[in-house]
């Protein structure tokens, strides 16, 4: 499995942005997507997981604001991020759980100025 993610750019605070997260290989044994997200200096950490039985969990800060979501027959993973914040400013990553084995895309830079 190799995950492409795209869609990261500089916006302003208020503003939406949709990542994108492509997906070459098998699928069938994929049992979640996940995005996670890196900020300068900290560690990286979920931000939004979807189970392949359409269970969805979000990262507190980004509730009601996130929204995970995959188009199996296109083979994407898309995170809808509206109302931004600057504190969402990171690299943010796709991810896949096949087994107990996560593969990670690259990341994409989403920058949210004040």
């Known amino acids: 499995v190799q995950l492409q993610a795209s869609g990261g750019g500089l916006v302003r605070t208020g503003e939406s942005l949709r990542l994108s997260c492509a997906v070459s290989?098998?699928?069938?044994?994929?049992r979640a997507w996940g995005w996670h997200r890196q900020a300068p200096g900290e560690q990286r950490h979920l931000v939004a997981y979807l189970t392949n039985d359409g269970s969805t969990d979000y990262k507190d800060s980004v509730k009601g604001r996130f929204t995970i979501s995959v188009d199996n027959a296109k083979k994407m993973v898309y995170l809808q991020m509206n109302s931004l914040k600057p504190e969402d400013t990171a690299v943010y990553y796709c991810a896949a759980t096949v087994g107990t084995y996560l593969y990670w895309g690259q990341g994409t830079l989403v920058t949210v100025s004040s």
């Open positions: 290989g098998s699928t069938t044994r994929i």
